[in-house]
């Protein structure tokens, strides 16, 4: 079945540090891909997405690109700041019967101290 | 209001009472998603609706039963639950391509006694 990994956290790093947070996966299609954030107390907000092999998605710094060869979609920003603390998922949706199947993955923690 | 709402966000009951949870999305869209979201484990996805048609249940327990009366409005019904649902539930919408992004509400924290 289609599967989602993410790297264990939580992740600690000072304000500035360079972030990366790794995201594999397995599909039996061809799926688009996304990076979703969830700050403490609410929903999922959506970060930055790919919808085809080498496609970059990028918003607010973050960065992702599509690797078909090596099925990841690693998170990346050059300078992360202590108001990106949060819990960070990894999904990847196909279409099943016309409808999205998303997977998504365990959720990274990030948490930038001053 | 805009986006996608659900009521109520924190929710306490106890075993055999009956609850509901709803959730309300103003973007235009014909999918409506639930998920749970527990501690330390992946979102689950629990239902589908597709064009106000259930579409998926993930083997859902029985005690969970969900309405989609119109493409803007998903109601989750609760009845009997166990201290083991409690969590966050989100809901979901989206428009029908693989391509389209999901909007997730702030989720309903249930807390079952």
């Known amino acids: 079945g289609d599967s989602v990994t993410q790297m264990e956290g939580p992740v600690t790093l000072s304000e500035e540090a360079f972030l990366t947070i790794n995201c594999t996966y397995t599909?039996?299609?061809?799926?688009?891909l996304f990076w979703y954030v969830q700050y403490p107390g609410e929903g999922l907000q959506l970060l930055l997405k790919?919808?085809?092999?080498?496609d970059k998605g990028s918003n607010k710094g973050f960065e992702a690109t599509y690797r078909k060869e090596t099925t990841s979609f690693h998170l990346e920003k050059g300078s992360v700041q202590v108001s990106d603390s949060a819990v960070y998922f990894c999904a990847l949706i196909l279409l099943s019967g016309g409808y999205q199947k998303v997977t998504f993955g365990t959720g990274t923690k990030l948490q930038v101290i001053p | 209001e805009t986006g996608v709402t659900q009521t109520p966000r924190h929710l306490v009951m106890g075993m055999t009472n009956k609850k509901s949870l709803k959730c309300e999305q103003h973007?235009?869209?014909?999918?409506m998603y639930w998920y749970k979201q527990s501690a330390k484990k992946p979102l689950e996805l629990m239902f589908v609706?597709?064009?106000?048609?259930?579409?998926e249940n993930n083997s859902v327990p029985s005690r969970f039963s969900p309405e989609c009366p119109n493409s803007s409005h998903l109601f989750l019904h609760l009845h009997t639950l166990q201290p083991e649902d409690s969590a966050l539930y989100l809901c979901?919408?989206?428009?029908?391509?693989?391509?389209?992004?999901?909007?997730f509400g702030p989720g309903t924290r249930l807390l079952v006694l």
């Open positions: 609706y597709s064009l106000e048609e259930r579409v």
């Open positions: 599909a039996t299609g061809y799926p688009s």
């Open positions: 973007l235009g869209h014909n999918a």
């Open positions: 979901a919408s989206s428009s029908r391509g693989y391509q389209e992004t999901q909007y």
């Open positions: 790919a919808t085809k092999a080498d």
